[in-house]
C-alpha cells in the first residue's frame, strides 16, 4: 500500500508539467487559478503546488456573498489552504442581487470579470479554472434545450482567449466522480457548494434530474452515449472551423479618431464577399462564430436566418445584435460597432465563446466617463510647442520641423504636418459642433463636417469622440483621419507643423509608423487616409 501510495505521489508531481505541455504552456509559467475550494480546484491546487518545476499561483476566490456564513467558512477555508501551501490569495467580493433573474448567469458573469482583472492586474497570461467533462456536457445540454445552432452545441474549450489572458481547463478529460477520486487518493480535504444543489439553477436540475432519468430509462450507458455525441458535435465543429478560420474581424478603418488604445480592439470590419462565396451551412457556421468572438453574445437562430438573407440578397441595413452591438451590413463590407457602454468602460475585445463566459458587464463608470467629454466653450488649449491630454486619456502633441522639401511627409492618419502660413503659439481642441464645416485635404470644397465623418465611416455614436484640432477659426486637422486642404505642405514650407495623436491604437511617442518611413515621397494629396467614398446605398 505504501508503495502504492508512493507511486502515486510520483504521479502526481508529474501531473502538471505533462498538462501543460499538452496545452502549449511552460510548466513554469505564472497562472492565475480559480480556487473555489471545490474538489475540482483543490486537485488543480494540489498538482500545481507538488509540480516539479513549480508554477507561480495566484489563487482568487470570488465571494458571491449569497449563502450567508456558508460562504464565508468558504473564504476561510481556501484561505487557509493556500496560506499552507505557500500559494498567493486573493479574495474577492461580488455584491449580486438574489431577487433578480438570471442568478446563475450573472454570478458567472461576475466571477469571469474579477478573475480577469486579477490576471491583467498581475501581468499573468494565464487563467485557470477547474472545469472537468460532466461540466462540459452540462453545459452542451443547457445549450441544446435553450435552443442553439450547431456551433452553439460545441462544448467547452480547454484553450480560449480573453485579450492577453488565456483561459485554459486542464481537467476536461476527467470525470466528476474520478477528480473525486484523485482528491480522496491524495488525502486532500475540500468544500461542498449547497448551491451545486439548488432546483432554482438549470445545471442543477440537468446533473441532478435529466442525467439521472436518461439513464433510468436507456441504461448506465446512455449518458456515456451523450458524451460521445458532444465529442463529435465537437470534432466536426473544429472542421467546419478551419474551413472558415481566414475569416476574421479586421480593425476598423475609423478607429485611430474614436478610440483610445484599449478601445481599438472592439469591433470589426470584414469583406462581404467572404461571407457570399461560402455554401450556406459553412456561410450559417461563419455567421455565428463571428458574431460570438465579436461580441460574446451567441445570436438566435432567427438573427442567423436574417443575416443569411441579408447577404443573400445584397441588402444594405443595420441589424442590432445581443448585448446592443450594431451589425451595419454595406455594399462591400460587413462592419460590426460596439456599444456606446464598451467604450466608456475601457473593456477589450470580448472573446470569450458564449455570453456566459464574457464578464464583461458595462456599469455605472460608463455615464461618468462620457460626462468627462464636455470641453470649455472655447475648447482645449493645445501650446505649440507643447501637448494637450484629452478627457478620454488621448493625448495631442504639438511640434515644430524641418521644413525641408526632400523630407517625406507623415502618410498616417495619426501624424500629419502641416504649413501653418503663420506661426501659432497655440492652437485650441474639441469634440465636433452642429455646423462645423471642413475641406479635406485633396477635395475639391469643403463639407459639412459631420458629412465627412459620415464619409470616412466614423460610426455615428462615435463621432463626439473625433478630436478637431482649430486655428483662429479653421480647422486644420480632423485627428485621426484627414488634415485640411489650406495646410497643406508644399514645395515652399520652411517651417512644420508636426500634430502627433498619442494615446490611440498602435502609435508610440516619437515612433513613426514603418510605412511611412519606407513608401517614397509623394504629393500630400495623393495620400490614404484610411477610408473610402461614401457608399451611397447605406
Same mark, same amino acid.
Given at each position: 500500500?505504501?508503495?502504492?501510495?508512493?507511486?502515486?505521489?510520483? @504521479?502526481?508531481?508529474? *501531473?502538471? %508539467?505533462?498538462?501543460?505541455?499538452?496545452?502549449?504552456?511552460?510548466?513554469?509559467?505564472?497562472?492565475? &487559478?480559480?480556487?473555489?475550494? #471545490?474538489?475540482?480546484?483543490?486537485?488543480?491546487?494540489?498538482?500545481?503546488?507538488?509540480?516539479?518545476?513549480?508554477?507561480?499561483?495566484?489563487?482568487?476566490?470570488?465571494?458571491?456573498?449569497?449563502?450567508?456564513?456558508?460562504?464565508?467558512?468558504?473564504a476561510e477555508f481556501c484561505a487557509a489552504t493556500c496560506r499552507a501551501a505557500g500559494v498567493s490569495f486573493r479574495l474577492r467580493r461580488v455584491?449580486?442581487?438574489?431577487?433578480?433573474?438570471?442568478?446563475?448567469?450573472?454570478?458567472? +458573469?461576475?466571477?469571469?470579470?474579477?478573475?480577469?482583472?486579477?490576471?491583467?492586474?498581475?501581468? !499573468?497570461?494565464?487563467?485557470?479554472?477547474?472545469?472537468?467533462?460532466?461540466?462540459?456536457?452540462?453545459?452542451? @445540454?443547457?445549450? =441544446?434545450?435553450?435552443?442553439?445552432? @450547431?456551433?452553439?452545441?460545441?462544448?467547452?474549450?480547454? !484553450?480560449?482567449?480573453?485579450?492577453?489572458?488565456?483561459?485554459?481547463?486542464?481537467?476536461?478529460?476527467?470525470?466528476?466522480?474520478?477528480?473525486?477520486?484523485?482528491?480522496?487518493?491524495?488525502?486532500?480535504?475540500?468544500? +461542498?457548494?449547497?448551491?451545486?444543489?439548488?432546483?432554482?439553477?438549470?445545471?442543477?436540475?440537468?446533473? +441532478?434530474?435529466?442525467?439521472?432519468?436518461?439513464?433510468?430509462?436507456?441504461?448506465?450507458?446512455?449518458?456515456?452515449?451523450?458524451?460521445? $455525441?458532444?465529442?463529435?458535435?465537437?470534432?466536426?465543429?473544429?472542421?467546419?472551423?478551419?474551413?472558415? /478560420?481566414?475569416?476574421?474581424?479586421?480593425?476598423?478603418?475609423? *478607429?485611430?479618431?474614436?478610440?483610445?488604445?484599449?478601445? %481599438?480592439?472592439?469591433?470589426?470590419?470584414?469583406?462581404?464577399?467572404?461571407? /457570399?462565396?461560402?455554401?450556406?451551412?459553412?456561410?450559417?457556421?461563419?455567421? =455565428?462564430?463571428?458574431?460570438?468572438?465579436?461580441? %460574446?453574445?451567441?445570436? %438566435?437562430?432567427?438573427?442567423?436566418?436574417?443575416?443569411?438573407?441579408?447577404?443573400?440578397?445584397?441588402?444594405?441595413?443595420?441589424?442590432?445584435?445581443?448585448?446592443?452591438?450594431?451589425?451595419?451590413?454595406?455594399?462591400?463590407?460587413?462592419?460590426?460597432?460596439?456599444?456606446?457602454?464598451?467604450?466608456?468602460?475601457?473593456?477589450?475585445?470580448?472573446?470569450?465563446?458564449?455570453?456566459?463566459?464574457?464578464?464583461?458587464?458595462?456599469?455605472?463608470?460608463?455615464?461618468? =466617463?462620457?460626462?468627462?467629454?464636455?470641453?470649455?466653450?472655447?475648447? $482645449?488649449?493645445?501650446?505649440?510647442?507643447?501637448? !494637450?491630454?484629452?478627457?478620454?486619456?488621448?493625448?495631442?502633441v504639438a511640434t515644430w520641423s524641418d521644413g525641408d522639401p526632400q523630407r517625406p511627409v507623415p502618410r498616417d492618419a495619426r501624424v500629419v504636418e502641416l504649413d501653418p502660413a503663420a506661426r501659432p503659439d497655440h492652437l485650441r481642441v474639441r469634440w465636433p459642433r452642429e455646423g462645423?464645416?471642413?475641406?479635406?485635404?485633396?477635395?475639391?470644397?469643403?463639407?459639412?463636417?459631420?458629412?465627412? &465623418?459620415?464619409?470616412?465611416?466614423?460610426?455615428?455614436?462615435? *463621432?463626439? $469622440?473625433?478630436? !478637431?484640432?482649430?486655428? +483662429?477659426?479653421? @480647422?486644420?486637422?480632423?485627428?485621426?483621419?484627414?488634415?485640411?486642404?489650406?495646410?497643406?505642405?508644399?514645395?515652399?514650407?520652411?517651417?512644420?507643423?508636426?500634430?502627433?495623436? &498619442? #494615446?490611440?491604437?498602435?502609435?508610440?511617442?516619437?515612433?513613426?509608423?514603418?510605412?511611412?518611413?519606407?513608401?517614397?515621397?509623394?504629393?500630400?494629396?495623393?495620400?490614404? $487616409?484610411?477610408?473610402?467614398?461614401?457608399?451611397?446605398?447605406?
Amino acid at each position: 500500500m505504501a508503495q502504492r501510495d508512493a507511486s502515486l505521489g510520483e @504521479l502526481d508531481r508529474e *501531473r502538471w %508539467s505533462r498538462l501543460a505541455s499538452a496545452l502549449g504552456l511552460a510548466p513554469r509559467e505564472p497562472v492565475v &487559478l480559480a480556487f473555489s475550494g #471545490g474538489a475540482d480546484s483543490v486537485l488543480l491546487l494540489h498538482w500545481l503546488c507538488v509540480s516539479d518545476p513549480r508554477p507561480a499561483v495566484i489563487a482568487v476566490h470570488v465571494h458571491h456573498g449569497l449563502r450567508g456564513a456558508e460562504a464565508d467558512a468558504d473564504a476561510e477555508f481556501c484561505a487557509a489552504t493556500c496560506r499552507a501551501a505557500g500559494v498567493s490569495f486573493r479574495l474577492r467580493r461580488v455584491a449580486l442581487d438574489p431577487q433578480l433573474p438570471a442568478l446563475e448567469e450573472r454570478a458567472r +458573469e461576475a466571477r469571469y470579470r474579477v478573475l480577469l482583472e486579477e490576471a491583467r492586474r498581475a501581468r !499573468v497570461g494565464v487563467l485557470l479554472t477547474a472545469h472537468q467533462a460532466d461540466d462540459a456536457l452540462e453545459t452542451t @445540454l443547457m445549450r =441544446w434545450m435553450r435552443g442553439t445552432d @450547431l456551433a452553439g452545441l460545441a462544448g467547452i474549450d480547454a !484553450v480560449s482567449a480573453r485579450g492577453r489572458v488565456r483561459l485554459i481547463r486542464p481537467l476536461l478529460a476527467l470525470r466528476r466522480a474520478e477528480v473525486r477520486q484523485l482528491a480522496e487518493h491524495a488525502g486532500l480535504a475540500w468544500r +461542498e457548494d449547497s448551491s451545486n444543489h439548488d432546483p432554482r439553477f438549470t445545471r442543477t436540475r440537468v446533473r +441532478e434530474a435529466f442525467l439521472p432519468e436518461i439513464e433510468r430509462l436507456a441504461g448506465a450507458s446512455a449518458v456515456d452515449n451523450l458524451r460521445h $455525441f458532444a465529442q463529435a458535435v465537437d470534432a466536426l465543429e473544429r472542421q467546419l472551423s478551419a474551413r472558415t /478560420a481566414e475569416l476574421e474581424w479586421k480593425p476598423l478603418l475609423a *478607429r485611430h479618431a474614436t478610440r483610445r488604445k484599449d478601445d %481599438s480592439v472592439l469591433g470589426g470590419t470584414l469583406r462581404r464577399s467572404q461571407l /457570399a462565396r461560402l455554401p450556406s451551412a459553412l456561410r450559417r457556421r461563419a455567421l =455565428w462564430r463571428l458574431v460570438v468572438q465579436g461580441t %460574446s453574445h451567441a445570436p %438566435s437562430r432567427r438573427l442567423l436566418a436574417l443575416l443569411e438573407q441579408d447577404i443573400d440578397s445584397g441588402a444594405c441595413v443595420r441589424r442590432t445584435l445581443p448585448g446592443g452591438w450594431r451589425l451595419c451590413l454595406r455594399s462591400l463590407v460587413l462592419e460590426l460597432h460596439p456599444p456606446l457602454e464598451a467604450l466608456a468602460e475601457r473593456t477589450s475585445q470580448a472573446w470569450l465563446p458564449f455570453r456566459e463566459l464574457a464578464g464583461g458587464a458595462t456599469g455605472p463608470r460608463a455615464g461618468a =466617463w462620457l460626462a468627462r467629454l464636455e470641453a470649455p466653450p472655447e475648447g $482645449f488649449h493645445l501650446p505649440v510647442p507643447g501637448s !494637450v491630454t484629452l478627457p478620454d486619456g488621448r493625448r495631442i502633441v504639438a511640434t515644430w520641423s524641418d521644413g525641408d522639401p526632400q523630407r517625406p511627409v507623415p502618410r498616417d492618419a495619426r501624424v500629419v504636418e502641416l504649413d501653418p502660413a503663420a506661426r501659432p503659439d497655440h492652437l485650441r481642441v474639441r469634440w465636433p459642433r452642429e455646423g462645423d464645416r471642413f475641406h479635406p485635404l485633396g477635395a475639391p470644397g469643403s463639407r459639412p463636417l459631420r458629412r465627412f &465623418l459620415a464619409d470616412a465611416r466614423v460610426p455615428s455614436a462615435e *463621432r463626439r $469622440f473625433v478630436p !478637431v484640432v482649430w486655428r +483662429e477659426g479653421e @480647422l486644420l486637422w480632423v485627428a485621426g483621419l484627414r488634415p485640411a486642404e489650406s495646410a497643406k505642405v508644399g514645395p515652399a514650407s520652411a517651417v512644420r507643423l508636426r500634430l502627433e495623436l &498619442l #494615446g490611440g491604437p498602435g502609435l508610440e511617442r516619437g515612433r513613426e509608423p514603418a510605412s511611412a518611413r519606407a513608401r517614397p515621397r509623394a504629393r500630400q494629396a495623393e495620400f490614404d $487616409f484610411g477610408f473610402e467614398p461614401r457608399d451611397t446605398r447605406q
